[in-house]
């Protein structure tokens, strides 16, 4: 069966500081990947979403970056945080050779930028 | 910006009520879907209904979609209270991948 692994599940970090945000994607090949935001009592924000390795797209311009160096893989990255970028961070993936299907969504990562 | 908002934004009910929660969105979609999320925690999916398509069932899950208003509801039977979280509506316009835009939710509280 497939899984999806994101971690850490909580971060807390300085202003100015780098972020690596890291997901994983068991027991399927190629599948579609999503790194969505969430503000506090909000609704998602999609920011990034790929369809194969290093094809990356970018939903909203913003202090953030995404890179999939694997199949399986999706990184969501800061050189420099800022305060608004604290939020519930939630990576997902979907069956590529399906077209519209649903997400499944990984656990989050609570990220506090101080 | 925000596709679908859903109404109301909070609900209390008593278990064994039913909760019935709408959503209503902004351009014309291919599908729109209802996810769950307990506190905290990511989302699961519940149920997708095609734009061609007006009622769809799914265990004590009732969702139906009038496209023509734009709207759709999402009908919890008999609720009980592991059934307390926040609800999100989600809408799919078609294109590359399944780039879902959420709606802000409502948070469901059922209690005993």
Redesign the interface.
Known sequence: SQTIH?WPATLVQPVGSPLSLECTVEGTSNP?L?W?RQAAG?????LF?S?GIGQI?S?VPQNLSASRPQDRQFILSSKKLLLSDSG?Y?C?W?V?SLP?????????T?LSVL | SQQGEEDPQALSIQEGENATMNCSYKTSINNLQWYRQNSGRGLVHLILIRSNEREKHSGRLRVTLDTSKKSSSLLITASRAADTASYFCATDAGGTASKLTFGTGTRLQVTL
């Not at chain 1, 909000?42 to 999609?46: A, H, I, P, T």
């Not at chain 1, 519209?100 to 989050?108: A, D, M, P, Q």
């Open positions: 994101q579609n999503y969505y909000r609704g998602l924000q999609l979403y369809v797209s939903e519930f939630l997902a979907s590529s519209r299907v649903k997400l499944f969504f990984g656990s989050g609570q």
